[in-house]
């Protein structure tokens, strides 16, 4: 069970844009100013009304169950005390072999963070990522229903979609799993972070998050968004994978009202089926982008990042 708690909102937790944060009680309150993203082809397009949450399931467990209160060993009883607690240690034993078995153990959390091309019109290039990088997860091995997903689009769901809702749906689904950690975020981006609804996450939010729900935990993280390379630094750590959709200066593309998906989401989507893993995956995804840059005569090169952790690609499933 995950020691650490749950997210709450205090004044000193997720520091908003402009330097505020959560004011105490449940909700984050909703930023007076709109975003203004500093993105090379977009700016001025409007706020979505209000972020929605999708939930894989009907709820959460906000934790495991408690370990049973052992009683005083009597002769009667000591021989099930002993029987049961060889059957805990042999099962605290085979657990780091379990997580090597696959991707059925682990925790993910897949967003889409906003509705809009980059010119403010309503558009499904982020919840088209959303939906298939789940696809492609679930077809992996992951369990569908360790998998949670969040939508920007208004109506979408049942919730909001900001960085408390995302770190308390980790923090749950951390306690009910034993293997890794996958988050994935398809979004704009500005030089602060990246924009969930009408927050911005930024690199030292999204730090806090994966060390109160999957410190210790192979973890892999991917933000596709403009200026996203600004999350290496923060994130990166001997267990974990971080790959980037561009340098922390750059902008990515793909993010017009005519685009399926944004050219990284893109990449990665298609070279998925020939990845035997997360590292090759982001090698792979990497030159596809580059490759699709030039071919459409847009630039700078957005020049996607990935940070390999010391220890990672050993603690990492291979695909096949």
């Given at each position: ?18 330097g ?28 979505a ?42 099962a ?30 309503p ?11 789940t ?8 369990a ?48 602060d972070g ?22 210790g ?16 630094p ?46 090759t ?40």
């Amino acid at each position: 069970m995950n020691v650490m708690t749950r997210w709450h909102a205090n004044p000193h937790f997720l520091p908003q844009r402009g330097g505020g944060g959560l004011p105490p009680g449940p909700r984050e309150a909703r930023p007076e100013d709109k975003l203004r993203e500093a993105e090379q082809t977009g700016g001025g397009r409007p706020r979505a009304a209000r972020a929605t949450s999708i939930s894989a399931s009907a709820g959460f467990n906000p934790g495991s169950a408690p370990p049973p209160r052992w009683g005083r060993k009597t002769a009667r009883g000591g021989e099930k005390f002993r029987s049961a607690l060889f059957v805990i240690l042999f099962a605290l034993l085979a657990q780091p072999v379990l997580a090597q078995g696959g991707f059925s153990d682990w925790a993910a959390i897949v967003v889409a963070g906003d509705w809009h091309a980059h010119d403010g019109s309503p558009s499904e290039i982020f919840d088209n990522a959303r939906r298939d990088v789940t696809r492609d997860l679930i077809a992996l091995g992951f369990a569908r229903e360790n998998v949670m997903e969040f939508s920007a689009r208004p109506g979408a769901s049942n919730g909001p979609v900001n960085a408390q809702a995302i770190g308390n749906a980790l923090w749950d689904l951390s306690n009910r799993t034993r293997g890794g950690c996958l988050l994935y975020f398809s979004s704009h981006g500005s030089p602060d972070g990246v924009v969930l609804g009408d927050s911005i996450l930024q690199p030292n939010q999204l730090a806090r998050i994966l060390t109160n729900s999957c410190a210790g935990r192979p973890t892999v993280v991917v933000v596709s968004a403009c200026f996203s390379g600004i999350f290496e630094p923060a994130l990166a750590g001997a267990n974990r994978l971080i790959l980037t959709a561009a340098r922390g200066d750059r902008t990515s593309f793909g993010c017009g009202q005519t685009d399926r998906y944004p050219y990284f989401d893109e990449c990665l989507l298609s070279v998925w089926p020939r990845s035997d893993g997360f590292p090759t995956l982001g090698r792979e995804a990497q030159n596809c982008v580059a490759a699709r840059e030039k071919k459409e005569h847009v630039g700078p090169p957005s020049e996607p990042q990935m940070s390999i952790g010391a220890n990672i690609e050993s603690e990492l499933p291979k695909w096949r």
